[in-house]
């Protein structure tokens, strides 16, 4: 009898993990999308029979016309792709904020409740709330009372005491996203909390006994313990950049689809940007591949 090795059963296990999410793909997913690249490849057409799916001629009409024709979808298109330069820095940021909540200091309770309102609160309403006061008062538009970052004068400042007009430009924007990089962070600050949270006080204790200071222990023990939890969140990031509630591509998509009736040339932009987000996550995977190997 075939003795059962630790591999195989751990492979085992993560399939019985998943087979509730493939069961539910197969049941309720998988033929939706079929019919979504078939609807991409056809004209979509209304009568007085209801709708009917008719061939074309070039079956790659919608992705030429999506990507060469549509004077919109691609500049949106570039917009979503561009927004993931924020995504190192959010991951950052909640690396450094799931260690320092990791730390024991009084209210430390407390912090980490307040860290997790957005997770409890409608993010969409109150992101878009502090979104336009914050933009409303890096372009002087709101007042002193009724400001939540009233930095306009900070900024005359810095431009009064000969700081290039770059410099202020990018803390204005740094202003005015920072309510985003908060509330996107939160639930990569939680993973990185239990992960912290998770390693053995050993590991520290023999750093300390041989001498490491507290940046050599961060480097030595916490960064590669962290480093398959900063992959899990890099693509959490990705994912939710190209899904926020925000995105002009998904709102171009949504009104060409509910609107305009345009099902055949949304299914195909639809598809378009899934090969875009794909190509993002493959990448993000071969960007980490060399230092997951190093640290196994």
């Not at 997913?29 to 001629?57: D, K, V, Y």
């Not at 950052?92 to 997790?116: D, E, H, Q």
């Not at 990031?237 to 591509?249: E, H, L, Q």
């Amino acid at each position: 009898m075939k003795r059962v090795t630790l591999k195989t059963s751990r492979e085992a296990i993560g399939y019985l993990y998943i087979l509730p999410w493939l069961l539910g793909f197969a049941l309720f997913f998988l033929q939706p999308i079929a019919q979504l690249i078939q609807l991409s490849f056809t004209s979509f057409e209304l009568n007085a029979g209801g709708m009917s799916l008719l061939p074309m001629e070039d079956m790659w009409t919608h992705y030429k016309n999506a990507l060469t024709g549509d004077g919109r979808f691609p500049m949106y298109l570039t917009g979503a792709v561009t927004n993931l330069l924020t995504v190192p820095m959010t991951v950052f940021f909640s690396l450094i904020s799931g260690l320092l909540l990791s730390y024991t200091f009084k209210g430390r309770t407390i912090m980490r409740v307040a860290f997790f309102l957005p997770l409890i609160v409608s993010a969409s309403v109150i992101t878009t709330l502090i979104r336009q006061n914050a933009g409303e008062v890096v372009m002087g538009l709101s007042d002193t009372g009724s400001s939540l970052f009233n930095t306009t004068d900070l900024m005359d400042t810095l431009l009064e005491s000969g700081f290039p007009q770059q410099i202020v430009d990018l803390l204005s924007r740094l202003v005015t996203n920072i309510a985003d990089l908060v509330w996107k962070s939160t639930v990569q600050t939680f993973i990185f909390l239990v992960a912290l949270l998770a390693v053995p006080r050993s590991y520290y204790e023999v750093a300390q006994i041989e001498g490491a200071t507290a940046w050599e222990s961060f480097w030595k023990v916490t960064f590669p313990v962290s480093l398959p939890f900063v992959l899990v969140n890099t693509v959490y990031t990705v994912i939710d950049s190209f899904s926020s509630f925000d995105n002009n591509v998904i709102r171009y998509i949504s009104s060409a689809a509910n609107h305009s009736l345009q099902y055949d040339y949304a299914a195909a932009m639809s598809w378009i940007y899934f090969l875009v987000m794909t190509a993002a996550l493959g990448l993000t995977f071969l960007a980490f591949n060399p230092f997951l190997k190093k640290n196994r």
